[in-house]
T-cell receptor, first 115, second 113 residues
Framework: DVKVTQSSRYLVKRTGEKVFLECVQD?????MFWYRQDPGLGLRLIYF???????EKGDIPEGYSVSREKKERFSLILESASTNQTSMYLC??????????????FGPGTRLTVT | GENVEQHPSTLSVQEGDSAVIKCTYS??????FPWYKQELGKRPQLIID?????GEKKDQRIAVTLNKTAKHFSLHITETQPEDSAVYFC????????????FGKGTTLSVSS
């Protein structure tokens, strides 16, 4: 059974703080993704990574950065948190293939509140 | 880049009725179209997907149809049950380009008994 875990379910931070959200998967998946979920806006892709130390921008990368030092771990970093980054953050992972898209497995989410 | 539009945003049906959710996509190179279901307070999970070489796929009470010419695909749920109540997301991607999934904004389905 694929397991994707996120470091916190709920997080409250102050404006201007540096915030780290951690995601770990235990199925040796090459691909990892970070989304934010807001009511009425669906799942918007922030960044994804298809290999260690590789990263690709998604639709809304501004204000975020990522780190993938190990295959199983993908971190989302908010360099200077702002109130408009209050949201639910979802991590996901999947196998990688150049010819085939595989199912994404999601973590439980981190609800981040920036005050 | 790819853009996925999903309609309706909310859908209310009576138990036993059918429900249909429709999505359109913009990139004609997209070739993979999954549907994810997210129950309240839970993580999204894949329920069915279709690839561009197939026009229809069925799994028990759910089915997905794809019209590549018109660039739209639909989710059909028959004999709806209260446990079908959830948010449903469609998505599209171009596997060969290695692009990530682009999701629609979601449809909140409510099934009342």
């Amino acid at each position: 059974d694929v397991k994707v875990t996120q470091s916190s379910r709920y997080l409250v931070k102050r404006t201007g703080e540096k915030v780290f959200l951690e995601c770990v998967q235990d199925m040796d998946h090459e691909n990892m993704f970070w989304y934010r979920q807001d009511p009425g806006l669906g799942l918007r892709l922030i960044y994804f990574s298809y290999d260690v130390k590789m990263k690709e921008k998604g639709d809304i990368p501004e204000g975020y950065s990522v780190s993938r030092e190990k295959k199983e771990r993908f971190s989302l970093i908010l360099e200077s948190a702002s109130t408009n980054q209050t949201s639910m953050y979802l991590c996901a992972s999947s196998l990688f293939s150049r010819a085939f898209t595989y199912e994404q497995y999601f973590g439980p989410g981190t609800r981040l509140t920036v005050t | 880049g790819e853009n996925v539009e999903q309609h309706p945003s909310t859908l209310s049906v009576q138990e036993g009725d059918s429900a249909v959710i429709k999505c359109t996509y913009s990139d004609s190179a997209s070739n993979y179209f999954p549907w994810y279901k997210q129950e309240l307070g839970k993580r999204p999970q894949l329920i069915i997907d279709i690839r561009s070489n197939v026009g229809e796929k069925k799994d028990q009470r759910i089915a997905v149809t794809l019209n590549k010419t018109a660039k739209h695909f639909s989710l059909h749920i028959t004999e709806t049950q209260p446990e079908d109540s959830a948010v449903y997301f469609c998505a599209a991607s171009n596997s060969q380009a290695g692009t990530a999934l682009i999701f629609g904004k979601g449809t909140t389905l409510s099934v009342s008994s």
